[in-house]
């Protein structure tokens, strides 16, 4: 009987502390949280018509001199809006030692499905910006509150600046 | 009373004016972030790029796609992984559909989870432009549909063997 006691014992206690480690799973990191609070923000990098690619080439890497093209969508968490200039108070790029990159808004007519990049902004980079990863972040602020972007933390994925051809 | 029905009439001009304007507003019900970088296996004979992972939207016949998502679900806010996703796949014109996985990514001091499946661009894919679809279905049956556009261009310079 004792036995049987025990065995349910250890039984029970493995149940409780699996159950336990079960719900946490403190490995896992969503990017770029667990949660989008208030506003969800989306951001590429992308070549300008001046580029020997041409223009909406998406990179990461540019080099001094160059421009840099962001392009832009940000919706409301909850009803789902994509942001508008109208339901917008400021939407801009910030980048180290550069004054901020505002992005302006062009209605993207009637595409739903992806991304409509209605916000665009330029930045074209000093002939003495430290070459390097940009660590910049996209900040929004709207009727209901903020939302940001910041960079999938890969560093080769990340804005880079080279030098010069 | 003729006031009144003046008021009225311009009250409901006013709204049939604003009606199309706020209507045109999209509404998502998940929202994606999505990009592609370039993977560090391409197929067998095809040079891999200097650096790995760099994002770009043009790929050379037998180079490695990397498609890379992470997104949210519009009424809660929360991040879509595997806790509340049904499915989530790419459809790449003429290729069979590509599940997506979550996992971790980054450096190991800095791993970050989000959605991935790589893509080896086949020797006879068509060139130029072709549209990827993005397909996510949460555990609610909500869809986030994502239309991505890349570049398809030829394999120049080969591997030698």
């Known amino acids: 009987m004792r036995r049987t006691i025990l065995i349910v014992a250890v039984v029970m206690t493995a149940a409780v502390v699996t159950a336990v480690g079960g719900a946490q799973t403190p490995s896992i990191t969503p990017f770029p949280s667990p949660t989008v609070v208030q506003y969800f923000v989306s951001t590429q990098t992308v070549t300008a018509p001046s580029a020997a690619q041409g223009a909406g080439v998406l990179t990461n890497y540019f080099r001094q001199g160059e421009t840099v093209v962001f392009r832009a969508a940000a919706a409301e968490t909850k009803s789902g809006a994509l942001l508008t200039d109208q339901s917008t108070k400021s939407f801009y790029v910030k980048i180290p030692g550069q004054p901020n990159v505002k992005l302006a808004y062009t209605a993207p007519g009637k595409k739903t499905v992806g991304a409509p990049w209605a916000w665009t902004g330029s930045w074209t980079v000093p002939a003495d910006y430290p070459a390097g990863v940009v660590a910049l972040k996209v900040l929004l602020k709207a009727k209901a509150g903020y939302g940001s972007f910041v960079q999938i933390p890969v560093a080769t994925s990340q804005l880079t600046i080279t030098g010069k051809a | ?161």
């Open chain 2, 1 to 161: 009373m003729r006031r009144l029905l003046l008021l009225a009439g311009i009250v409901a001009l006013l709204g049939a004016v604003a009606a199309p304007a706020l209507a045109q507003v999209p509404k998502l019900n998940v929202f994606l972030y999505v990009d592609t970088v370039n993977g560090t296996r391409p197929a067998a004979g095809t040079k891999p790029r200097p650096i790995g992972c760099t994002q770009s939207n043009t790929f050379k016949r037998g180079e490695q796609v990397v498609f890379r998502i992470w997104g949210s679900v519009a009424d809660t806010g929360s991040i879509l992984s595997t806790e509340n996703v049904k499915y989530a796949y790419v459809k790449v014109p003429g290729q069979a559909n590509m599940k997506l996985s979550w996992g971790a990514h980054g450096a190991t001091t800095n791993r970050v989870w989000f959605w991935t499946t790589p893509w080896i661009v086949p020797s006879d894919y068509p060139l130029g432009a072709v549209t990827a679809r993005i397909v996510f279905k949460t555990e609610d049956n909500k869809f986030g549909n994502y239309d991505y556009d890349m570049t398809i261009v030829p394999n120049a310079a080969k591997k030698k063997r």
